[in-house]
């Protein structure tokens, strides 16, 4: 589900270029985001092409960011598959995005921060967002199939705001790994706070 935030990317490039209206596609964007709704990605991929988040992640140089397909257990997913195996990412492009989210250079300024307040909404906030104290803003995207568990977020801590990104691949009870990144959460943020 980390792939979704290119395809959020793609999506409002898709808006900057004029080849659809944002207020079409705000709904299943907002649903792909914040509550990761499969259904609403493979919607979403269809009213800005199947091929346009593939063609964003190539034109903007993540290298180790390979998008083939929309999602399982969502509405028209046959429609979306362009490529075989699976979408994945690495925690250094999808760090990259998220910075390039935050200083306001992924896609446009006005995008950008269209896409964190997307983020800031988002619903699963049980791993890095648990992490930090509630007075903390965070705006994540979590990811969550068969034996993988990840989190990444832009965490907004006053003086010295952060991107923090974790995967991690799991063996057995996926709970304890999402504690185990609310615990690196946590250890980030002391140790960030730190350096103000």
Known sequence: ????????????????????AEEDIITNL????????????????????????????????YKDTYYCRGFLS??????????????YSTVVDIGRLLTSIYDGVCVSEEASAKM??????????????????????TANKTGEVQNNTHD???VYLEENPYVLCVMTQISHDAQTWDFAITDISRTVFEYMEKLK
């Not at 589900?1 to 659809?20: H, P, R």
């Not at 092409?49 to 140089?61: L, Q």
């Not at 964190?116 to 803003?137: F, M, N, W």
């Open 152 to 154: 990444c977020a832009i």
């Open 74 to 87: 969502g509405v028209d997913y046959e429609n979306t598959v362009i490529g075989s195996g699976n979408n």
């Open 30 to 61: 907002t649903e792909m985001i914040t509550v990761s709704s499969n259904s609403a990605s493979n919607l979403l991929l269809g009213q800005i092409g199947y091929t346009a988040p593939k063609e964003w992640i190539k034109e903007n140089g």
């Open 1 to 20: 589900s980390l792939t979704k935030l290119f395809i959020m990317a793609a999506a409002y490039q898709a808006v900057e270029d004029g080849s659809v």
């Open 116 to 137: 964190t307040e997307l983020l800031k909404k988002q619903k699963r906030v049980s791993k890095i967002p648990a992490g930090v104290p509630v007075r903390i803003v």
